[in-house]
Each structure stands twice: as C-alpha cells, then as structure tokens.
C-alpha cells in the first residue's frame, strides 16, 4: 500500500523539479541548468535533486520532452481539434504565436537548437529529432491545405512548413527584441 504512495510522490517531486528546471532552462539555456540553482528553487538538497535523474543530460532531456509535451498539449492537441486545411494550419499558427509569446524569456525548445547545432551527440539528436517531426507536420498541414484547394495545386508543403518556421522564428526574436511590439504584430 505505501509503495504506489511513494510512487506518486517520488513522481510529483521529479514533475516539480523538471517544471523548475523549465523556467531556469528558458533563462539560461539547458546548459546553463545549474543543479545548485535547481537544488534551492525546489527546496532541496543537490543530492536529492540529482536522485531523481542519473546525470545532468537525463536532467536536460527530461526537461526537453516535458517541454515538447507542453507544446503539444497548448499548440497541437487544440489544433487538431480543428477541421483539416486552413482551419487546422490557422489553428497551429496562431497556437504556435501564442506560445513564442507566452515563454517570454526563451522557447526552451529553438535554445536547445542553437545550443546544441554544432555539437554532435544525444541532446543535439533529441533536438533535431523534435523539430523534425515538428516541421513534418507543419507540411502535412500544408499539404492538407492542397489537397482541400485551399492552397494552389503547386504549392509546396515543406516551403510552407520551411515559410511558417521562418516566421515564427522572426517572432521569437521580435520578441526578445522589443516584447510589446511583437505582441502587436
């Protein structure tokens, strides 16, 4: 009876830890994620931080996927919720806009890219991997856009895809730039 207690709690503590570790890492970047940091956010010792996680790059990749599954469940889940075409690719957009915005202090996800572009290895893998699968979709929503003669027969879905990341990159650094302009645009 106490071992599913335990579970949980063990769970929530790790969930607490890698949320903190969210907001150090959109600040500092996932290699400027210092344990000792981490350790007094949550309240706990150094050791009963790193217990959770075998090494600082589990530490990393844990905050990297949780990152990525909040991305889904604000960005994606709510736009698949919407007709396929224009609907659904407005949906993703705006989604997407509304995220860059929110994480005021840096997209963990796109500092993971520049952090981690020309060093070979698991987090760079990790990285590439997420915004590959990432731009896959951003096409195939385009795609769908095609297909429903929204979109001109001849368009390209990845240019799409490749447009709409440009974009949205624009809006990450109009944001770091001057906030209140970039919420206007």
Known sequence: MSLPVATSKGAATRELIVERAF????????????IGELATAVGMSKSGV?????????????????????????????????????????????????????????????????EYDGRPGPMRDQSVGWLDQWNLQLAKAGGHCVESGEFAADTDPELVAFELAALTDGLHNARMIDPARAESM
Do not use: Y
């Open 23 to 34: 907001t150090i890492a959109r600040r500092n970047g996932l290699e400027g994620l210092s």
């Open 50 to 114: 790193f217990a959770h996680f075998g090494s600082r790059e589990d530490l990393q990749r844990s905050v990297l996927e949780w990152t990525a599954q909040r991305f889904t469940d604000n960005v994606v889940r709510p736009a698949l919720a919407q007709p396929r075409g224009l609907p659904r690719l407005r949906a993703i957009v705006n989604g997407w806009f509304d995220w860059v915005l929110a994480n005021a202090e840096g997209c963990v996800i796109l500092g993971a890219a520049g």
